[in-house]
């Protein structure tokens, strides 16, 4: 059974960081991909960026050059680096996880979720 379990959003000032942390279990290939994706309240849910386990990345554009998403496959947990936070990164930010395949911005191609992990920026 492939689990994820989010931990690191909280409360933080516009401008500041937070890193967020994705530890996965269960997954049958480990090189899969795994994103993160946010949901602020009454909008969809988005994609922010996603790695798989040889290092290809995909970011969205409006989280390029102030996100940076890492995976450490020793420990199969996949990490986000949140710098220069804005209120508009305000979220419930979630972990997901492809069974196989590339790399995606596409939900719908994403077959296991975390809980998610709520990340508040204040103005």
């Known amino acids: 059974q492939v689990q994820l379990v989010e931990s690191g959003g909280g409360l933080v000032q516009t401008g500041g960081s937070l890193r967020l942390s994705c530890a996965t279990s269960?997954?049958?290939?480990?090189?899969?991909?795994l994103g993160w994706f946010r949901q602020a309240p009454e909008k969809e849910r988005e994609f922010v960026a996603t790695i798989n386990g040889f290092g290809s990345t995909m970011y969205a554009d409006s989280v390029k050059g102030r996100f940076t998403i890492s995976i450490d496959n020793t420990k199969n947990t996949v990490y986000l680096q949140m710098n220069s936070l804005k209120p508009e990164d305000t979220a419930v930010y979630y972990c997901?996880?492809?069974?196989?395949?590339?790399?995606?911005?596409?939900?719908?191609?994403?077959?296991?979720w975390g809980q998610g992990t709520q990340v508040t920026v204040s103005s």
């Open positions: 269960g997954r049958p290939f480990s090189s899969s991909p």
């Open positions: 997901a996880a492809k069974s196989y395949g590339a790399i995606s911005s596409d939900r719908s191609h994403y077959n296991y």
